[in-house]
T-cell receptor, first 110, second 110 residues
Framework: DADVTQTPRNRITKTGKRIMLECSQTKGHDRMYWYRQDPGLGLQLIYY???????NKGEISDGYSVSRQAQAKFSLSLESAIPNQTALYFC?????????FGPGTRLTVT | GQQVMQIPQYQHVQEGEDFTTYCNSSTTLSNIQWYKQRPGGHPVFLIQLVKSGEVKKQKRLTFQFGEAKKNSSLHITATQTTDVGTYFC??????????FGKGTKLSVIP
């Protein structure tokens, strides 16, 4: 949905670098999520936030951190990127029924 | 959290043939959601099932939730090239903290 935007859309970085992926939404939802997608592994939840003051770890939070700067903004950081963090990253928001995904950020760590 | 197994991982069909993907769990599920991800795109919500034995249809797509609420299926009748993509099932507390299956990648041969 255009209501959920992610920047950058593509990023190549080197091992050991710190990188931030940003997500913004105009849907007015309190709930936001970060997922990682690897081929054949589906969508794995990294972190989720139910409001600005509520942040929770997902299945695979090691090596990642997040910041919820406002209701509309949820950022994902890799403090020291490693090659096995090469993946497609999706941000999502949700209402009471469904999740709305952003277009994704393709991250390559060399 | 609840786990769901999705089969098959890949399916190649001739255009016009039917297609089915299955989502199975060893525990009773509160709900099941289905999402479609087109190649190069992001997951898009298709439907949610919550009732035992529920069947819902969307044009050529038929979604079922098992009587025991431990499995679900998505059936596409007479596939078209526009059906190409990866289909994911997910489960959780409403739309929150969804756990996704690994997806079924559908290829349609014209």
């Amino acid at each position: 949905d255009a209501d959920v935007t992610q920047t950058p859309r593509n990023r190549i970085t080197k091992t050991g670098k710190r990188i931030m992926l940003e997500c913004s939404q105009t849907k007015g939802h309190d709930r936001m999520y970060w997922y990682r997608q690897d081929p054949g592994l589906g969508l794995q939840l990294i972190y989720y936030s139910f409001d600005v003051k509520d942040i929770n770890k997902g299945e695979i939070s090691d090596g990642y951190s997040v910041s919820r700067q406002a209701q509309a903004k949820f950022s994902l950081s890799l403090e020291s990127a490693i090659p096995n963090q090469t993946a497609l990253y999706f941000c999502a928001t949700s209402d009471t029924i469904k999740q709305y995904f952003g277009p994704g950020t393709r991250l390559t760590v060399t | 959290g609840q786990q769901v197994m999705q089969i098959p991982q890949y399916q190649h069909v001739q255009e016009g043939e039917d297609f089915t993907t299955y989502c199975n769990s060893s525990t009773t599920l509160s709900n099941i959601q289905w999402y479609k991800q087109r190649p190069g795109g992001h997951p898009v919500f298709l439907i949610q099932l919550v009732k035992s034995g529920e069947v819902k249809k969307q044009k050529r797509l038929t979604f079922q939730f098992g009587e025991a609420k431990k499995n679900s299926s998505l059936h596409i009748t007479a596939t078209q090239t526009t059906d190409v993509g990866t289909y994911f099932c997910g489960t959780g507390a409403g739309s929150y903290q969804l756990t996704f299956g690994k997806g079924t990648k559908l290829s349609v041969i014209p």
